[in-house]
């Protein structure tokens, strides 16, 4: 097996948070049944701020992401090897009630996903059975349509079926959702890759916005968005990292040949 | 062959399928809707049948029908979604899932008269319960659990799979994402599925003519452990009399509301499949 360099995100504007990572991996792996996916990885990803994962189709991008709420478990052949931290506690034995890692690592996916009920149960769909009064429920709604960026084109039919938003907002409303459960660490896996460059702006815009307050990791294959949203950028081929760092480091003509070529050209000979 | 011949060939043949098909339950409904209508009254739907069942109606074998399938209903669907559940939500390996599958078609295709000797073996022979409407809908509820499980199942295989991915993404306990989205959601199989073996059970004869019903003499129970009578069973033993006209009309009547019973149980499946499809995607 082979190890990779020890690569360590350094937070340009919070240098004593970054000390205290919100995921620290050391040697981590994964795998589906026989197959290796990610490979003995070593990263350390700082509190706030905005952490893309790039890389071609196959790099392990998701399955990295998959394993930070061990929503992969779903998956009987998925397994993890190495050492995980999420916030400073140990990915499997700090978290022995995997519903708590769940809530403080939130997770939006590529493909919108509402359930079939109102906007306003959408948002409160992860709250339900926790007795909350009802001028309460109402204020986490909006705030957290506000927070979306979604308020406004929905304010006035709460009550309408989530299945009538476009696909765009939809996908706003899954973060939304996601937001109401107050994580710490928002996982996003390609959250405009089924949406329209008008929805995908908005969407951008809002992770932009919510990245002071939380640290956001988010995958994506479109390199002008990373450019655009990412404060650090994880470069990722073939289950390995290549390069990991800063944006303007790794965008800058500092950064290794290979992470230049798949930059400039979407290709990597990995 | 042209492929316009071969065309025309499969239409024909395809077409000449399904006109028999519908042909022979046509001729069969217009017999039962003939004969059967000249039987029927308000009379003969309430009143009990005397001088067994040449004279009289079949009000207690409506009742006796309707208490052993409805018993049957209650008894296997916790057992049936329960286990749809399981195979959905907890089984992760194939191999168990296959051999659940397995399982559950064997006993689909288990002839029916073969429960009702376990039914007389195992309750009547080795725990004495002797004739029984409850044993009855207990063994008519192991014929209907293959039926709902699996169409409990193929409902829940339906539905998205990221809406369990989301639902445990919020933070959300298995039994969680089972009560408030896996549930709510493939209700409508589950409930079609249900009406569906209902209407197969209540015309079963096999299963129940050793274990819970008695051709005569019966009442309106008064415990779980007596014999009813019930329409099946009732055709039966008119039919056995058939050379009787009197005997011969009750029992064209009676089938005619069996029928009528299968016919309301299929209808039932299929608005509930529409209605409740439809609310679910609210």
């Known amino acids: ?270 | 062959m042209s492929r316009r011949a071969a065309n025309a060939l499969y239409y024909g043949l395809t077409h000449t399928a399904l006109l028999l098909c519908a042909g022979i339950l046509f001729c069969l409904l217009f017999a039962i809707i003939w004969q059967g209508a000249q039987a029927i009254s308000l009379e003969f739907l309430i009143s009990r049948a005397r001088d067994f069942g040449t004279s009289g109606g079949i009000g207690f074998q409506i009742l006796g029908s309707l208490l052993i399938v409805v018993t049957a209903a209650i008894v296997v669907l916790p057992l049936a979604v329960g286990t749809a559940i399981f195979r959905q939500s907890f089984i992760k390996s194939a191999r168990r899932k296959n051999t659940l599958d397995t399982i559950l078609y064997a006993l689909n295709a288990i002839p029916s008269v073969t429960y009702g000797i376990f039914g007389l073996i195992f309750f009547v022979n080795i725990l004495g319960t002797g004739l029984s409407w409850f044993v009855g809908s207990l063994i008519l509820a192991m014929m209907m659990l293959p039926t709902v499980t699996l169409a409990s199942h193929a409902a829940m295989q339906s539905l998205p799979s990221g809406y369990a991915e989301n639902a445990a993404a919020l933070g959300l306990t298995r039994g969680e994402v089972v009560r408030r989205v896996i549930l709510p959601q493939s209700a409508h199989g589950i409930v079609t599925g249900l009406l569906i073996a209902l209407a197969r059970a209540i015309g079963e004869t096999a299963p129940i003519m050793f274990i819970a019903t008695a051709f005569s003499g019966t009442g309106i129970p008064r415990s779980l452990l007596e014999p009813v009578a019930t329409l099946p069973t009732h055709i039966l033993a008119l039919a056995q009399q058939s050379t009787n006209p009197q005997a011969l009309q009750n029992a064209w009547g009676a089938s005619l509301t069996l029928v009528a019973f299968v016919a309301l149980f299929s209808a039932l499946a299929f608005f509930a499949r529409r209605h409740l499809t439809r609310l679910s995607q609210r």
């Open chain 1, 1 to 270: 097996m082979s190890h990779a360099p020890h690569l360590k995100i350094i937070s340009d504007n919070d240098a004593p948070l970054a000390a205290m990572p919100a995921i620290s991996l050391k040697g981590f792996s994964a795998y589906y049944g026989e197959n290796c996916i990610i490979s003995d990885i070593t990263l350390d990803i700082p509190r706030r701020g905005v952490t893309c994962l790039i890389g071609p189709s196959g790099a392990g991008k998701s399955t990295l992401l998959r394993s930070l709420n061990r929503i992969n478990e779903h998956n009987a052949q998925a397994s993890v090897s190495g050492k995980a931290d999420v916030l400073g506690r140990d990915l499997a034995s700090g978290y022995p009630d995997v519903t708590d890692l769940r809530r403080k690592v939130g997770m939006v996916f590529q493909t919108p996903c509402v359930f079939p009920r109102s906007i306003s149960e959408n948002v409160l769909f992860g709250l339900r059975g926790q007795k909350r009064p009802k001028s309460e429920k109402r204020e986490i709604v909006e705030r957290c349509l506000k927070a979306a960026a979604l308020w406004d084109e929905v304010s006035r039919r709460l009550s309408d079926s989530a299945l009538s938003l476009s696909l765009g907002q939809q996908q706003r409303l899954c973060i939304a959702r996601a937001l109401a459960m107050s994580p710490e660490i928002l996982l996003l896996d390609e959250p405009t890759a089924s949406i329209d460059p008008v929805s995908a702006r908005a969407i951008e815009n809002l992770v932009m916005d919510l990245s002071p307050q939380m640290t956001i990791i988010m995958v994506t294959h479109n390199i002008a968005q990373t450019k655009r949203i990412s404060d650090h950028v994880v470069f990722l081929c073939d289950g390995k990292i290549v390069e990991a760092g800063a944006k303007t480091d790794i965008f800058s003509r500092r950064s290794l040949d290979k992470t230049r070529t798949y930059l400039t050209e979407e290709f990597c000979d990995c």
